[in-house]
């Protein structure tokens, strides 16, 4: 009877150690997985805004690019973790943040006080100008902001320039549209009279639209400039993300990725 039960405890603490042995391996295995795959950092955009962010056909395929796409890609970098995009229509871009669908916004957006209040934001990496983009035909027929009383003005939905029209185009018809295509579209069909853009836009969709220019009268503009978005208090990403936009400005690399953007945008309209 002992040597039986000495027989059992020799089993048993072999079990033991192989099952040990199993999970130490499976825990091994799945640390190295770990290691291997890179975290990802989610961008939410919308990607119909050239020359920030646009789709372009490439090699046949569909692929997100722009300047925006270029700095998104360099904080990824920076922090060794795998870009992801979602594209979304500009309006649902904070809410996604907010709700935590995504780490950080980039869609040229101005850290204006209303903003503030729902997530926090980056230094500033880009200054931008507005402009009213209008038919060459109607040239002398708006020389002012005033000149648009009463008539159709389009602008994007939630943006900087859709505030531009209600507070310095009082008497316009302000048209607000999801995205920037559909709102040149209208433009050209007749359907508005102008589009509110940044001026870094308008150049782009006038180059494939050789019957649109941008008005000749300035459109006064505070710009409070582009920054990039994170979920409120996440002051470690901001921080991280400060640094990268700070070593690209000093590089010169910034500049050289907006003018990329913008011959890059010329052809993806």
């Known amino acids: 009877m002992n040597n039986l039960k000495k027989w059992a405890a020799l089993v ?18 799945q640390q190295s997985g770990s290691e291997t795959k890179k975290e990802q950092l989610v961008l939410a955009t919308s990607a119909d805004y050239a020359p920030f962010e646009f789709h372009k056909m490439v090699n046949g395929k569909d692929t997100i690019m722009g300047f925006d796409i270029s700095l998104a890609q360099e904080i990824a970098d ?25 780490d950080m916004a980039i869609a ?46 389009a602008a994007q939905t939630g943006s900087v320039q859709e505030t531009v029209v209600k507070e310095q185009m009082t008497g316009a018809k302000l048209v607000s549209l999801a995205k920037m295509p559909e709102e040149i579209m209208q433009l050209t069909a007749g359907k508005v009279d102008a589009v509110v853009s940044e001026t870094a836009v308008a ?23 582009s920054s990039v978005a994170v979920q409120k208090g996440n002051t470690e990403l901001a921080k991280q993300i ?28």
């Open 12 to 29: 048993l603490a072999g079990v033991t150690v192989l099952a040990a042995a199993g999970c130490a391996k499976q825990e091994s295995q």
């Open 108 to 153: 040229a957006l101005s850290a204006n006080e209303e903003r503030k209040k729902q997530v926090d934001f980056s230094d500033v990496y880009f200054k931008a100008e507005i402009c009213c983009i209008i038919r060459k035909e109607d040239s002398a027929k708006y020389p002012s902001l005033e000149s648009f009383n009463g008539v159709s003005v």
């Open 203 to 225: 150049a782009g969709y006038i180059a494939s639209n050789p019957d649109l220019m941008i008005a000749s009268f300035k459109v006064p503009y505070d710009s409070e400039g």
């Open 242 to 269: 400060n640094e990268v936009i700070a070593k690209l400005k000093e590089s010169g690399k910034m500049g050289e990725q907006i003018n990329k953007a913008n011959e890059e945008a010329v052809d993806a309209k």
């Open 78 to 102: 920076q922090l060794g973790k795998e870009l992801v995009i979602k594209d979304m229509d500009f309006g649902n871009v904070l809410t996604e943040l907010q709700n935590g669908n995504a």
